[in-house]
Nanobody
Framework: QVHIVESGGGLVQPGGSLRLSCAAS????????MGWYRQTAEKQRELVAQ???????NYADSVKGRFTISRDNAENTVYLQMNSLVPEDTAVYYC?????????????WGQGTQVTVSS
């Protein structure tokens, strides 16, 4: 069984910061990418940031320069530091973990954590 546990969401004022954490545990092997997606009632789930093997990172244009993703490979943990938050960042944020075992690929999702940016 695989567990994906997120933490760190909440309410923050515009211009503020939050740090999201996500830990993967259980029977999960061959992780090659960890990242964060977000979703609102009006928009489909979208990629926010991702880090793949080798430390290569990928960011949505809307968060470049404001968000930073990092990964602790030893702990199977990924973090998202979010600075200069704006109301448009309000969404449910989901942790995503991708793994590969031989020819099979797997996608694991967390339960989601709410981020609300409002004054």
């Amino acid at each position: 069984q695989v567990h994906i546990v997120e933490s760190g969401g909440g309410l923050v004022q515009p211009g503020g910061s939050l740090r999201l954490s996500c830990a993967a545990s259980g029977s999960i092997f061959g992780i090659y990418a960890m990242g964060w997606y977000r979703q609102t009632a009006e928009k489909q789930r979208e990629l926010v940031a991702q880090v793949v093997d080798g430390g290569i990172t990928n960011y949505a244009d809307s968060v470049k320069g404001r968000f930073t993703i990092s990964r602790d490979n030893a702990e199977n943990t990924v973090y998202l530091q979010m600075n200069s938050l704006v109301p448009e960042d309000t969404a449910v944020y989901y942790c995503n973990v991708k793994s590969r075992v031989f020819a099979s690929r797997y996608d694991y999702w967390g339960q989601g954590t709410q981020v609300t940016v409002s004054s």
